[in-house]
């Protein structure tokens, strides 16, 4: 990472700390994350997304559904209930902070060429690379292809409570064998 | 470049410890080179040298391991049932050499905690200011008549991941249709909890999957009850059969409770025969997990309880705050060998509470640890800490399971957050069944929970 980012985070969590949240060590809370998430909420694989460099409000409004129980979740409900809201605002900001890194990932072309075909319709918010171009909206590009796949058959599966009604119509009409492809696409932007 | 820069995680832990921005003077009289050793490069050993290196670079650090390559225990049971390459869950010491750590390869002999002094093998002479001990478990041979150390290749435990492993698998390849795979449990604590019931649940689906449906699991538990129990039975029934609890059941796997005969306390080697006072089960491959203790260098180093109960006698004791040891401030006792936390044992109320060993949780606490040192060697309070588990099981294909803690420091003690913990959803909250994706989307997780433990401590 760059030096200016480390100074840049390290601040942030300052003026955090300065500030009345009441969690008193958001950091410390964040480096839990990581576990999972990736060092400093860049994910080292799988279905697990990166965190870093997403908007603020989009990472607070998922984490708040979570513990109210808008938003499914399989395991993430669970965790996130027992953070305060102070906490959870505190991670969104200092996750926000943080740059957005896409994550270099092996794909295969021809998958990535469909995928640029089925996603025409998601540039008006996550761009025509997966850089969102819509505040709030998060970035795709160098998102973990895994977890791009799980989300997209969250949306399209019935059972499981997405609330975003904007991405369940947007997902509708995406087909199955489209959404490893998709997946593909934007995992392999930089 | 370190991702954190020093000055300004100290400035932050001053400012959000209770220690009043007038201390920042004594920030002057650090000292320039304070040295950390830590003792074990297991998952809680090489996130505490990596993230007190990350904390302040300016501190030396050195790790000492005597193995030159990492093997995972968490998801060794998907190798010993060929879902996964043990090259997988593998991980060289080199990113942390990268951050700056000395990697030592050579084996503690002696901590003079009086002159904090570590010395090894190859007769190196460590001084330290802060020493991290973290050897994980050793086991108690002594449990089980009939069985001793020299039967571990006959019986492997495969609870260490690496040849172990291995020779559990070669054994599961080998036995034919209608063979008996026996897993004998110890009694609590031991490391990874929901482990002995993914490895049954494993075993039958590669039963499933090798035209070996005659062949049965039969765990032999010294507990009367487990993790995730509902979970894994509710899996079990779905998938292998299951109907009750019991020697003698349906289905293919028979799990059978301390209080009813679960507790092995006789092995015939000859005849691969295990027995307790009432139940007596043979084997075709037999998998004897020996019952816990904190690792070997913790004794010598005199950091282990004598007394209490089996969750006090052989465990290192820890101060909430900082994961340092409650016999030496100046060692910090993390992962599978301290015993820390509150926590309701499965069908062990009466026992003293401890946080599960799992590879997550030893993360954590190594992070805990981490920091306070930094803020010690630094003349500062430590920061509020924080406990987060999260442990996956997989029952079958595209059937994975969860548990996860949190647990927070509330008066010096620690305090389980029932919030911000507990398992999968058995059912929704309307009593439906829960829909498969949920079973899916957390065999997902198993594989990228992985890639990234191993990541956030090793790469």
């Known amino acids: 990472m760059q030096r200016g980012v480390m100074f840049a985070l390290a601040a942030a969590s300052f003026m955090l700390a300065g500030v009345s949240v009441a969690a008193d060590n958001i950091e410390g809370l964040a480096r839990t994350c990581n576990n999972c998430h990736g060092f400093n909420g860049v994910s080292a694989g799988g279905a697990m997304p990166s965190i870093a460099g997403l908007p603020e409000a989009y990472l607070k409004n998922i984490m708040t559904e979570w513990k109210t129980g808008k938003r499914a979740s399989a395991n993430m409900t669970r965790l996130i209930s027992g953070y305060t809201d102070d906490e959870i605002a505190g991670l969104a900001q200092y996750f926000s902070k943080l740059p957005w890194v896409p994550v270099a990932q092996k794909t295969d072309p021809k998958l990535v060429e469909r995928g640029r075909q089925a996603t025409q319709s998601c540039a008006g918010c996550h761009g025509p690379t997966g850089k969102a171009v819509m505040p709030g909206t998060p970035n795709l590009n160098g998102q973990l292809a895994k977890y791009i796949e799980l989300e997209l058959r969250k949306y399209k599966d019935e059972a499981f409570a997405m609330p975003s009604m904007m991405m369940r119509m947007a997902v509708k009409p995406i087909k199955d064998e489209d959404i490893p492809a998709i997946a593909e696409f934007y995992a392999s932007q930089k | 470049m370190s991702a954190y820069n020093r000055r300004e995680f100290i400035k932050a832990v001053a400012a959000t410890s209770s220690v009043s921005a007038l201390s920042f003077p004594s920030l002057a009289q650090t000292k320039a080179a304070a040295r950390v050793v830590v003792i074990g490069g297991g998952y809680a050993g090489a996130t505490a040298a990596k993230y007190v290196k990350l904390l302040d670079n300016k501190i030396d650090v050195t790790l ?368 439906s069944p829960v829909p498969p994706i949920y079973r899916k989307l957390e065999a997902e997780y198993v594989d990228g929970w992985i890639r990234n433990v191993l990541a956030d401590a090793f790469a």
């Open chain 2, 64 to 431: 000492i391991e005597p193995n030159k390559t990492y093997v995972s225990c968490p998801l060794s049971n998907e190798v010993i049932v060929g879902h996964r390459d043990i090259k997988t869950i593998e991980y060289s010491y080199d990113g942390l050499k990268k951050r700056g750590v000395n990697v030592l390869h050579d084996l503690v002999t002696g901590v003079d905690r009086a002159k904090k002094m570590v010395t090894t093998q190859e007769g190196k002479k460590l001084p330290y200011d802060a020493l991290v001990m973290s050897p994980g478990i050793d086991f108690l041979y002594d449990q089980i008549e009939g069985y001793s150390e020299k039967l571990v290749e006959q019986f492997p435990h495969a609870w260490k991941a690496g040849p172990q492993t291995l020779q559990l698998k070669k054994q599961l390849e080998a036995m034919p249709d209608g063979g008996v795979f026996v897993i004998v449990v110890p009694r609590a604590p031991f490391r990874c909890p929901p482990g002995p019931y993914e490895r049954a649940s494993l075993v039958a689906n590669y039963f499933k999957h090798h035209g070996k449906n005659k062949s049965k699991v039969i765990i032999m538990d010294a507990n009367d009850s487990h993790s995730k129990k509902g979970l894994f039975n509710q899996g079990w029934a779905k998938l292998y059969g299951w109907e009750k609890e019991g020697l003698g059941t349906k289905g293919m796997i028979e799990w059978v409770k301390g209080a009813e005969g679960g507790l092995v306390t006789k092995l015939d080697a000859k005849t691969k025969t295990v027995s307790s006072d009432f139940v007596e089960v043979k084997a075709d491959v037999l998998n004897i997990i020996p019952a816990h203790k904190a690792g070997r260098i913790a004794f010598e180093a005199g950091l282990v309880g004598t007394e209490g109960n089996n969750f006090e006698k052989g465990w290192c004791k820890v101060e909430p705050m900082t994961m340092a040891s409650a016999l030496d401030p100046d060692v910090y006792t993390v992962g599978d060998a301290c015993v820390a936390g509150e926590m309701p044992l499965y069908g062990n109320p009466g026992a003293a509470f401890d946080m599960p060993k799992s590879a997550h949780i030893a993360i954590t606490q190594a992070k805990v640890a981490a920091a306070a040192i930094v803020a010690r060697l630094s003349g500062l309070k430590p920061p509020e800490p924080y406990f987060v588990n999260t442990c996956y099981s997989m029952v079958g294909d595209d059937y994975g399971i969860s548990v996860a803690h949190l647990y927070r420091v509330i008066d010096g003690k620690f305090k389980y957050i029932p919030a911000g913990s507990g398992v999968s959803m058995i059912n929704m909250p309307d009593k």
